[in-house]
């Protein structure tokens, strides 16, 4: 593959820079029930999401953002850090760290009331 420089004057991005990049992700999620209370309608879920790059580009670096992917793929949902607030995919950063808890209750079948905190 060639890789070559690309920009407008005065704004050139070398091909080095870029072209030899590191990128580590990880996350973790968990889901438990809610302490004296007997009922599989009161959750507590929790996650955190990390990572950290070298040498990333808008292209290489993971994108942080407000929302669910809006190309469609369902299969890394859960893989994806979302930052409340945030518009899709807004965010490009070298190193992150997101936690987030929450408390869902469900009233009637698959309808959910949730309180979170990040």
Known sequence: MNWRD????????RASDSRDHLRFDAYTLGAT?????????????GSVHGGTGANLDRFSAQRIGGGVNPMGWDFASTAMPVLPG????????????????QYRWE???????SLQVL
């Not at 029930?33 to 879920?45: A, E, M, N, Q, T």
């Not at 009233?107 to 009331?113: A, D, K, Q, T, V």
């Open 86 to 101: 945030a518009s899709v995919w807004e965010y490009y950063p070298e190193h992150y760290l997101i936690g987030n808890a």
């Open 6 to 13: 690309w920009g407008l004057d005065g704004n050139q991005y």
């Open 33 to 45: 029930g809610v302490p004296f209370i007997d009922s599989d309608r009161h959750r507590l879920l």
């Open 107 to 113: 009233p009637i079948f698959f309808s959910y009331l």
